[in-house]
T-cell receptor, first 117, second 114 residues
Framework: NAGVTQTPKFRILKIGQSMTLQCTQD?????MYWYRQDPGMGLKLIYYSVGAGITDKGEVPNGYNVSRSTTEDFPLRLELAAPSQTSVYFC????????????????FGPGTRLTVL | KNEVEQSPQNLTAQEGEFITINCSYS?????LHWLQQHPGGGIVSLFM???GKKKHGRLIATINIQEKHSSLHITASHPRDSAVYICAAESPGNSGGSNYKLTFGKGTLLTVNP
């Protein structure tokens, strides 16, 4: 299993450009997450999905959009990039059963370092 | 909303030293997670615990539910232990099961010198 893969690893955007960060998992996990990590700060949840076709906002969703058309893929779209979106983005996945699994062990991708100039 | 605080923010040790990283949280949880982020950036789960103590190799995690506090210990530290260690609180879900959301601390940067 490749686990959680993310592309690209690095990207530099100009203000106002758009891009999509790709995330794929091959573990048949139902839950997927997008986080951003800023220097000196804890991981912040941007969006999450509980299954194909179902997404919801996290703590910091402004400026981002997501979709989940398949179990495997959970792309994150940045529209009109701004310098405040300079960050490292992590995708993660986990498997939670109906009624709740004891612990939500999340598996992380390697991250995408994005700079907006 | 759960607040998660870690201390210290930075820790430098000599090889072989015993290391302790602390984590406190503000509200009740269903589990406390410890994760490791290596200099290359990848994040891996080390422990998930809701009571007592867990041990894996030279790593030990403990939790005190009453005091809302957890510690991560590293015995006989080694330069390869150099990383950021992150604790995260998992809050109980409405049905009593797991909540899908984790609240993360800011991390502790550990540097172990040879």
């Amino acid at each position: 299993n490749a686990g959680v893969t993310q592309t690209p690893k690095f990207r530099i955007l100009k203000i106002g450009q758009s891009m999509t960060l790709q995330c794929t998992q091959d573990m048949n996990h139902n839950y997927m997450y997008w986080y951003r990590q800023d220097p000196g700060m804890g991981l912040k949840l941007i969006y999450y999905s509980v299954g194909a076709g179902i997404t919801d906002k996290g703590e910091v969703p402004n400026g981002y959009n997501v979709s989940r058309s398949t179990t495997e893929d959970f792309p994150l779209r940045l529209e009109l990039a701004a310098p405040s979106q300079t960050s490292v983005y992590f995708c993660a996945s986990s498997y939670l059963m109906t009624g709740g699994f004891p612990y939500n062990e999340q598996f992380f991708g390697p991250g995408t370092r994005l700079t907006v100039l | 909303k759960n607040e998660v605080e870690q201390s210290p923010q930075n820790l430098t040790a000599q090889e072989g030293e015993f290391i302790t990283i602390n984590c406190s949280y503000s509200v009740g949880i269903s589990a406390l997670h410890w994760l490791q982020q290596h200099p290359g950036g990848g994040i891996v789960s080390l422990f998930m615990l809701s009571s007592g103590k867990k041990k894996h190799g030279r790593l030990i995690a403990t939790i005190n539910i009453q005091e809302k506090h957890s510690s991560l210990h590293i015995t006989a530290s080694h330069p390869r232990d150099s990383a950021v260690y992150i604790c995260a609180a998992e809050s109980p879900g409405n049905s009593g099961g797991s909540n899908y959301k984790l609240t993360f601390g800011k991390g502790t940067l550990l540097t172990v010198n040879p």
